[in-house]
């Protein structure tokens, strides 16, 4: 098995990078592409391999997809694909994939008229998917396991005939998520009515040519707030963010602000993470329910830290790339931080001396890998399978290396 070694690192984090594409906007408007005939100019995809996969899916028009691990993509197919006439495929992917449920989204296609089936485990990947007309225009669902289910919905609705109306049930988890879906709908010309828990999608069949940028990814910007934060006179530069931001990940400006003292200055497109060391640090209390993609990220700083924390709204981090709370459990121990979980929090309670170099298990999760690597400014590290970087951040190293070598 492949380690990555992160010796400790002396100096104070500085320099420039250039972060790609959010994953969560390149591949929404992937989407939206193959649907209205290529008719936006994406500037700035996301280079991440989930990315890939989404594309060379929507390329492939043979009968099997394998979509591997990228969750948003095997969502938002299974609804590109059951508006696809006269095609049948088989949509499968790995191993971790056929754990991740999937049966809200079927169920309510197939209530629409999709004709949707499981080939292995009822609710789970893989599926089997007939292309139809789907002529039905109203949907309800619940919205408090995955986000993805209902932007796939949104997707397809403004090629329904009459469009779609979306009635979401229960709590709305990772609402900016949706709230982007939204924002990218009606920024290439489709109409949306909203009130409170109700969409209503107004069909358009042809969007005019356009062209749209994706801002680069907050969620890979975190490791390197975290980096921040972990140093004391850091001065890095991260490119290119836009001070109204469709990923509610940008939340990190506040979040690192106010709690870990990292201002962000905006000059242009580009961010300037510095710290303020006056800020007193203190037991930090955050609901992370609509931003879970950090969760990871802020528990690990606060482990560096020392800083004792209670994060919760984390119920959707155990259908994840691994059952993220467990995996964060385990692996924090090691690093010296005793944590305590339920099904929808975590807590840090307590610190210890550690003797030995911590290996961290990343269990083929991207996250695991990079919220731990900003470590290497504390101790030596090793981090096991750190290719697994490349789901989301395939620059991930080099840019931590460039960060920290100088
Ligand atoms: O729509 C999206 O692009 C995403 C939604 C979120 O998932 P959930 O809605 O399942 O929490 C997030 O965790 C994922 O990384 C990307
Ligand atoms: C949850 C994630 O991705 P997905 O659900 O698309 O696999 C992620 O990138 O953290």
């Not at 290529?38 to 043979?62: F, H, M, P, R, V």
């Not at 397809?156 to 979306?166: D, Q, R, S, W, Y």
Request: one cysteine or more.
């Amino acid at each position: 098995m492949e380690i990555k070694f992160l010796k400790k690192v002396n100096q104070n984090p500085k320099g420039e990078i250039f972060i790609s594409g959010s994953k969560s906007e390149s591949n929404r408007l992937l989407i939206l592409n193959a649907l209205f005939d290529n008719s936006i100019e994406i500037k700035n995809l996301s280079n991440s391999e989930d990315t890939e996969l989404l594309q060379n899916a929507l390329k492939n028009s043979g009968n099997k997809i394998d979509i591997h691990h990228a969750g948003t993509a095997m969502r938002f197919l299974t609804a590109y694909l059951s508006t696809q006439e006269n095609r049948e495929v088989v949509l499968t992917g790995s191993a971790r994939m056929k754990q991740r449920p999937i049966g809200i989204l079927v169920d309510a296609l197939n209530s629409l008229g999709a004709e949707i089936s499981y080939l292995e485990n009822e609710g789970f990947p893989s599926l089997s998917i007939i292309g139809k007309k789907l002529k039905k225009y109203f949907v309800e669902l619940d919205a408090n396991i995955s986000s993805q289910y209902i932007t796939a919905l949104m997707l397809i609705a403004p090629k329904l005939e009459n469009g779609l109306t979306i009635r979401l049930n229960g709590k709305i988890t990772s609402l900016p998520y949706l709230l982007m879906t939204v924002e990218l709908l009606e920024r290439i010309g489709i109409q949306i009515e909203r009130s409170e828990n109700v969409f209503r999608i107004h069909p358009k069949n042809k969007i005019q040519y356009q062209e749209i940028t994706v801002e680069s990814d907050w969620s890979s910007a975190s490791y390197f707030y975290s980096l921040a934060a972990l140093s004391e006179n850091p001065e890095i530069k991260i490119n290119s963010y836009f001070q109204n931001s469709l990923q509610g990940d940008s939340a990190l400006i506040e979040i690192y602000k106010n709690h870990f003292g990292i201002e962000s200055e905006f000059i242009g497109n580009q961010i300037v993470l510095r710290k303020n060391l006056s800020l007193k640090l203190k037991t930090l209390n955050l609901n992370l329910n609509e931003t879970p993609d950090i969760a990871q990220t802020i528990a690990v700083t606060c482990a560096g830290l020392k800083m004792k924390c209670k994060l919760t709204g984390l119920e959707t981090l155990s259908i994840k790339e691994t059952d993220r709370l467990t995996a964060l459990k385990n692996e924090l121990k090691k690093v010296g931080t005793k944590v305590q979980i339920t099904k929808d929090s975590l807590e840090i309670i307590d610190f210890e001396s550690i003797n030995e170099i911590p290996h961290i298990e990343t269990y083929n999760d991207h996250r695991m890998a990079m919220s731990f690597a900003p470590l290497c400014l504390l101790m030596d590290l090793q981090i096991k399978s750190p290719d697994v970087i490349k789901k989301s951040y395939p620059d991930f190293w080099s840019d931590l290396e460039k960060l920290t070598s100088v």
